[in-house]
């Protein structure tokens, strides 16, 4: 589709303009006080579990006592949702004022409510249901100096030990790819191999206790800030045959440094001007061998719309999408996974990219289907000749063939 491009009244990503006035606010936590009264019992009770806020995203027993909301100031993490109708990670704040619909459920529509509600011209007449609780809990989003020394050290820590994937010790990350169906070679970027890190959990009988659950070779990966900088670790837990940990979080981050946010994995760097986009590492991998241009990969689905990429490096983007299925009892007609996919896709289209966006078609409304690793192991697609070729057959899976938005000068 050609369209030409609109000027926009924001210098800068909404997203952007949205987490510097939430950072003046005091963070997440106080813009929930602000725009709804759905997280009241959990900002009171902040860290403690509570009746889950979405009942509906639950069997008969609708939740209860199965919610909390992080206590933590960590940049991604301050304000996050964790229940059991959750993925592991939980819902950012994003994600939560969203499914608590928000903007009607919409992302752009879900920060412009926020702006609305946190701007010093039209606070004011910005009316929630009742007053809002006091938030026990950080009083601004802004990292003190000690805490951003322990984290570094943490990952220094975890740096100091990692070896490329082709290391003599790296035999199980290998053996892992191999698994999967998608050979390692010299193009792989920020993925290492530790040889054993620490898996800990929460306690099940008390959840503010962690507990050991074991040793693991790792396959770490680092997530990179707008500036280049590393300012996280994505694990992957694995066995010495390369096999998934027996754990019940086989994939997490560490503690993140100021700048995650926007933050990506760089798995392959090319010399040209295309970039494509997913998440998770090993889909990344497998959507690089089959293109052979540059990857990035976020942490999640819910962290793609947020993803930097920049204008002088490239001027065409495809987002590779999963097709999740639709959720019961929600507004929003749409699995999490192509919902903000699409997100991303509607924001680099605005800021001046070519954008493709690749979600598999066929997949069940109502379950979870085959996601783009699938797709190229399960047909084949890597023995396939020329990147040209496995493109345009990747094309075949996808809906309508892969939408295209071509930007033009005015």
């Known amino acids: 589709m050609i369209r030409k491009s609109e000027k926009s009244k924001f210098n800068e990503p909404l997203s952007e303009t949205v987490q510097k006035l939430v950072d003046q606010f005091g963070g997440w936590l106080n813009v929930f006080s602000r725009v709804t009264n759905s997280f009241d019992r959990a900002l009171v009770n902040l860290g403690k579990t509570v009746d889950c806020p979405f009942p509906h995203r639950h069997g008969n027993g609708g939740g209860k006592g199965k919610f909390r909301l992080s206590a933590s100031d960590v940049v991604g993490h301050e304000g996050r949702g964790i229940c059991t109708c959750m993925q592991d990670g939980g819902m950012g704040a994003v994600a939560l004022l969203m499914e608590d619909g928000v903007g009607g459920g919409q992302y752009a529509q879900c920060l412009l409510t926020v702006l ?7 606070k004011d ?3 929630r249901k009742e007053t809002a609780p006091v938030v026990v809990g950080p009083k601004n989003s802004v990292m003190d100096p000690q805490e951003v020394a322990r984290r570094k050290e943490r990952l220094d820590l975890i740096a100091r030990d990692l070896v490329s994937l082709d290391h003599p010790t790296a035999a199980p990350a290998r053996a892992y790819f191999k698994n999967r169906g998608i050979p390692l070679n010299s193009n792989i970027q920020d993925v290492k191999f530790h040889p054993g890190l620490k898996h800990w959990a929460d306690s099940e009988t008390e959840p503010e206790k962690k507990v050991l659950l074991g040793t693991f070779p790792t396959i770490v990966s680092a997530f990179r800030s707008k500036d280049g900088r590393v300012v996280n670790f994505h694990r992957i837990f694995i066995t010495a045959d390369g096999a998934k940990a027996p754990v019940k979080e086989v994939k997490k981050i560490c503690s993140p440094m100021p700048g995650f946010s926007g933050s990506a994995i760089t798995i392959a760097k090319t010399e040209g001007r295309v970039l494509h986009v997913t998440e998770g590492v090993e889909k990344g991998w497998a959507i690089h061998l089959v293109t052979g241009e540059s990857t ?14 920049d204008r002088a490096m490239y001027d065409s983007v495809v987002i590779w999408s999963d097709c999740d ?5 929600r507004t929003r007609q749409s699995g999490d996974g192509q919902y903000f996919a699409w997100e991303l896709a509607r924001r680099l289209f605005t800021e001046g990219f070519d954008v493709t966006f690749m979600m598999p078609d066929g997949n069940p409304a109502n379950a979870k289907g085959r996601d783009w690793e699938d797709v190229i192991v ?3 697609v890597l023995d396939l000749s020329g990147s040209y070729y496995r493109f345009q057959t990747l094309k075949t899976f996808a809906a309508k063939g892969g939408v295209h938005k071509r930007q033009i000068a005015a």
Do not use: F, I
């Open 125 to 127: 007449t910005h009316v």
């Open 296 to 309: 990035k990969v976020a942490y999640s689905c819910t962290t793609l719309p947020t993803v930097h990429v």
């Open 325 to 329: 299925p639709v959720k019961p009892n």
């Open 116 to 122: 609305r509600a946190l701007d010093p011209a039209t």
């Open 378 to 380: 399960q047909e084949g």
